[in-house]
């Protein structure tokens, strides 16, 4: 028997009820609201994080509800983008993991994203932990 699973089965209102952080693009959190019928300042009430990323602008982050914008980090040259969300939220946990706050963990995320998009394999780099932790001395 074939299951059909929709959007609105995968994205209810329900989802909500384990006040998950939530991570996605402009247009994931966009299709993730129409699905549930509410605006992304509804969603940050609910949510206790939410990190809208907004490419090479860098990233909204709501913190209970209020919303505060994160620059991006600069690159050298945007050889592929394929993977740089998955690293910004490595940066992001990484932070986290480290005892950084909310901000610097975000901050630490476009690092980590904008490394990964300066080359065409996203697995195929390297930064060292104190390489990775200094540059958020010129951000603080």
């Known amino acids: 028997r074939d299951y059909k699973v929709t959007g609105a089965d995968v994205c209810s209102s329900d989802l909500l009820s384990f006040n998950p952080w939530v991570f996605g693009n402009e247009h994931e959190l966009d299709v993730m609201t129409t699905l549930l019928e509410i605006d ?13 990323t907004r490419g090479a602008e860098g990233l909204d982050l709501s913190i209970g509800g209020e919303f505060r914008f994160i620059q991006a980090e600069p690159t050298q040259a945007i050889a592929d ?15 986290l993991y480290h005892g ?15 490394r990964s998009v300066e080359h065409v394999d996203p697995q195929g780099w390297t930064i060292s932990t104190n390489e990775l932790l200094a540059t958020l001395n010129p951000m603080n």
């Open 100 to 114: 950084l706050d909310l901000v610097q963990s975000a901050q630490l995320g476009t690092v980590v994203a904008a």
């Open 81 to 95: 983008t394929t993977g740089s969300g998955d690293a910004l939220r490595a940066g992001f946990l990484f932070g």
């Open 40 to 52: 992304i300042a509804a969603l940050a009430e609910r949510s206790p994080v939410v990190v809208r």
